[in-house]
């Protein structure tokens, strides 16, 4: 288990840039508990189907499916 500090993103690489791609779809000024669950999974969809580096640029959804 990993505890950053408070007030510490360099810390959260990862949750820090997973945020940043979401607030692309929902700025800071727009509520969260506004959005609904049908929006969260379409943003939810786009992001899994996103390449990624890490990856071979392959996106998670490819990887998955490519195991069955």
């Known amino acids: 288990m990993y505890f950053a500090h408070p007030y510490s993103p360099w810390e959260r690489g990862s949750n820090e840039n997973q945020n940043q791609l979401i607030r692309e779809f929902l700025p800071k000024d727009h509520s969260m508990s506004s959005a609904t ?3 969260i999974q379409g943003i939810q969809d786009v992001l899994n189907q996103r390449p990624r580096k890490i990856l071979g640029y392959k996106c998670a959804q ?5 195991f069955d």
């Open 37 to 39: 669950i049908t929006e």
């Open 62 to 66: 490819e990887l998955l499916t490519s």
